[in-house]
């Protein structure tokens, strides 16, 4: 029992810290790397680290032509374009500033099936909803944001961002895919990754390799793929069985929080009062969403599994 307590604690200081930290470090490689060639790189990496450990456990690779294409589609909705895409805007606005955009996935979730399945909105939901558009407009009207170069183009990507996750949270509830969700995991990073690198290869990314980049940045790419990755996930994975998935959704109030200071920390990000009001007041929205009790756990629990930094 003891061992069981210690590692649910390890797990959740791991989606607390580790999924936080990817702000961080993705700010760090991109300001060397072209973003679709080091998402390319991330995923490709991790999805290969997935299938040899998923090989020498005994874990079936096998996977239908149907299961395959649904996790080619759900990796482009979470990998390629929401964290590809994300990646990139990270060259015009700060890590804690896009991580705070990042935790108004869940209002985009419920107004995407309001929208799509006709559900109502309950009281709760609302002021949830209310909340998280007062805090998304008191962090993005600051006036040192308005000012900053490429601010805005950054903004309006990470918006599309969270929309692709979104689409891809409604479309995996439904989707058939490999019962094994390390598996599907690995899929999915796999062919976004190939997505990302033939994406790079069209725009003409001007490619560097890991050799050439500073020593903060190798340690950085090291830290996305082993602990933003594959130790997060499982952790992630882990407490789904074993504790509510509302407690695992806690890590979205904790998420931006340790961006935040992680960024002013690091890379010396400047957080304003204004900020840190938005903070408040946006975290508490997605506190009010969270909290509504739904009658389909499984729409409930997706959107936490899938497009994390």
Do not use: H
């Not at 991580?99 to 109502?120: D, E, N, V």
């Not at 903004?155 to 989707?175: D, E, H, N, P």
Request: glycine share 8%; charged share 15%; hydrophobic share 50%.
């Amino acid at each position: 029992m003891k061992k069981e307590i210690y590692l649910i604690i390890l797990a959740f200081f791991s989606i607390y810290v580790f999924w936080g930290s990817t702000y961080l470090w993705n700010k760090i490689v991109v300001s060397e790397a072209p973003a679709f060639m080091l998402a390319g790189l991330r995923f490709t990496t991790a999805g290969l680290l997935i299938f040899f450990i998923a090989k020498i456990t005994g874990k079936s690779l096998k996977i239908t032509p149907k299961q395959l294409r649904n996790s080619v589609l759900a990796g482009f909705f979470f990998l390629v374009y929401g964290n590809g895409v994300f990646v990139w805007a990270l060259n015009y606005v700060d890590s804690g500033f896009a991580a705070l955009l990042a935790a108004l996935q869940p209002l985009s979730i419920l107004l995407l099936m309001r929208i799509t399945q006709k559900k109502g909105l309950k009281p709760k939901s609302i002021v949830g909803v209310v909340l998280g558009l007062i805090g998304m407009y008191l962090l993005v009207s600051q006036r040192e944001i308005a000012m900053q170069e490429g601010a805005a183009l950054g903004i309006g990507m990470i918006f599309t961002c969270i929309l692709s996750w979104s689409i891809g949270s409604l479309f995996v509830a439904k989707a058939d895919l490999p019962k094994n969700f390390f598996i599907t995991t690995g899929y999915q990073m796999v062919s976004a990754g190939i997505l990302l690198w033939t994406a790079s290869f069209v725009i003409n990314e001007p490619w560097s390799f890991p050799n050439s980049w500073s020593t903060r940045a190798q340690i950085s790419m090291v830290c996305l793929v082993i602990f933003g990755g594959i130790a997060a996930f499982t952790s992630f994975n882990y407490l789904l069985k074993k504790v509510s998935t509302e407690k695992v959704a806690t890590s979205a109030y904790v998420n931006p929080v340790v961006a935040l200071f992680l960024g002013w920390y690091f890379l010396d990000e400047q957080v304003t009062l204004q900020s840190m009001i938005a903070a408040v007041v946006l975290l508490s929205g997605v506190y009010f969403i969270n909290s509504v009790k739904k009658n389909d756990k499984t729409t409930l629990r997706k959107p936490w599994r899938r497009g994390r930094g």
